[in-house]
């Protein structure tokens, strides 16, 4: 069974610093990974996908890792602004119906 | 294109009662899914389906039933409501043949509290 998981919890850092979340998964035959992010009470933004034969993807500050055969990714935010405050989730697809199996999240709080 | 929409957006039952939550997308996607989040936690999928006419279960099974009688509707029953029940539900759907593209997309989701 599919077991992910995020470190840390939560985090907290002051506006302009550079930070780095970390996912971690148990099985390695994994389809694709997705981080997103969940604003309070709201849903779930697609924030990057990285298909299995990828290392990286990148999208404006954000640029996410994924090394599969040691069951890592990570998440790196660049010069972080009060408005990146949310909570990331990382989620890997496997199975036979290509379904999510989700971290428990890592609530980010950015400073002014 | 509305992408995902979910109805009701809140719901309080009182233990006992049934409803329905009904999911849309316009996306043409094959595959939907139904999942719950409980706090401090990350989505778990309940059912899920791979076409129109099918389902299957997900991790958290017990105590819902799904339907998907259309292609683009994915209905989630709770048939006797418990409070452990009470939880914030997601729909999400998946899989374009035409852009052969497993990316998920979600709904804003249903928060649904039994008393």
């Known amino acids: 069974k599919q077991e992910v998981t995020q470190i840390p919890a939560a985090l907290s850092v002051p506006e302009g610093e550079n930070l780095v979340l970390n996912c971690s998964f148990t099985?390695?035959?994994?389809?694709?990974l997705q981080w997103f992010r969940q604003d309070p009470g709201k849903g779930l933004t697609s924030l990057l996908l990285?298909?299995?034969?990828?290392r990286e993807q990148t999208s404006g500050r954000l640029n996410a890792s994924l090394d599969k055969s040691s069951g890592r990714s990570t998440l790196y935010i660049a010069a972080s602004q009060p408005g990146d405050s949310a909570t990331y989730l990382c989620?890997?697809?496997?199975?036979?119906?290509?379904?999510?199996?989700f971290g428990s999240g890592t609530q980010l709080t950015v400073l002014p | 294109n509305a992408g995902v929409t979910q109805t009701p957006k809140f719901r309080v039952l009182k233990t006992g009662q049934s409803m329905t939550l009904l999911c849309a997308q316009d996306m043409n996607h094959e595959y939907m899914y139904w999942y719950r989040q409980d706090p401090g936690m990350g989505l778990r999928l309940i059912h899920y389906s791979v076409g129109e006419g099918t389902t299957a279960k997900g991790e958290v099974p017990d105590g819902y039933n799904v339907s998907r009688l259309k292609k683009q509707n994915f209905l989630l029953g709770l048939e006797s409501a418990a409070p452990s029940q009470t939880s914030v539900y997601f729909c999400a759907s998946s899989y374009s043949v035409q852009r052969s593209s497993y990316e998920q997309y979600f709904g804003p989701g249903t928060r649904l509290t039994v008393t």
């Open positions: 099985d390695s035959a994994i389809y694709n």
């Open positions: 989620a890997v697809r496997s199975g036979s119906a290509r379904q999510l199996t």
């Open positions: 990285i298909q299995s034969s990828q």
